[in-house]
């Protein structure tokens, strides 16, 4: 089908149990889940995606009005949903996903059992009586500085997302990561990403969720991951004993545990 194709779904684990959709955050692609993923195939059809502008999806796809808002991306999902014709789905979306995850979840929620929301953040920039982790003027210098030289910022910014420095491989993935993905697609997702405003949309979703915060985090702090598990109707919050905004890659043993403890027994 032409949804499979542009968002290069991949499909693996039994095919008849329940399924979980994976959904990788700003910057990334569906490699991100590698070491995740595959925990779940015994007892889940394990889906993975490529957001358009990432990975093998299509490029010729990607419309800038559609993905200027969340909404777009979320309404893909939707799609990829459909298209494989699944029973409600366990939704686990990192970062920027999560919140992709949030919105397709409020409007379509009969398609999704459960969500994982991995580092979400419903806004990045402070505002009154909340924290997000980012001035308005430090949002402004780090998109202008993506527009002016996109390559170094990647190099610069991937050690301080993955937030472990005595792991540089995993940073030096993700600047790859990073520099593998349309500059100008990319460009524009950050703006989409880091000048969004959900915080409206939690108390819509009826949907049952876990949010899996790291200790450490200085894209999405502590206090984020706080404020979404308060505000969701029905929410776990796991803190995991870990830093940085990527524990898929950093602390998957602990990602998946939090997941198995979280979910019901398949």
Known sequence: MEVLRRNNVTVSGHLDAPPMVFAHGFGCDQGMWRYVAPAFEQTHRVVLFDQVGA???????????????????????????????????????????????????????????????????????????????????????????????????????????????????????????????????????????????????????????????CRDDVIAPLEVGQYVSERLRDCHLAVLDATGHCPNLSAPDQLVAAMRQYLPAA
């Open 55 to 213: 990975g093998g999806s299509d490029l010729s796809a990607y419309d800038p009005a559609k993905y200027s808002r969340l909404e777009g991306y979320a309404s893909d999902v939707v799609e990829i949903v459909q298209a494989l014709d699944l029973r409600p789905v366990t939704f686990v979306g990192h970062s920027v996903s999560a919140m992709i995850g949030v919105l397709a979840a409020a409007e379509r929620p009969e398609l999704f059992e459960r969500l994982v929301l991995v580092g979400p953040s419903p806004r990045y920039v402070d505002d009154v009586d909340y924290r997000g982790g980012f001035t308005a003027d430090e949002i402004e210098e780090l998109l202008e500085t993506m527009d002016g030289n996109y390559l170094g910022w990647s190099a610069h910014i991937a050690p301080v997302i993955m937030g472990v420095p005595g792991r540089p491989e995993l940073a030096s993935e993700l600047t790859s990561s990073f520099c593998r993905t349309d500059p100008t697609i990319a460009r524009r997702f950050a703006r989409t990403t880091f000048l969004s405003d959900n915080r409206a949309d939690l108390s819509r979703v009826q949907t049952p969720s876990l949010v899996v915060q």
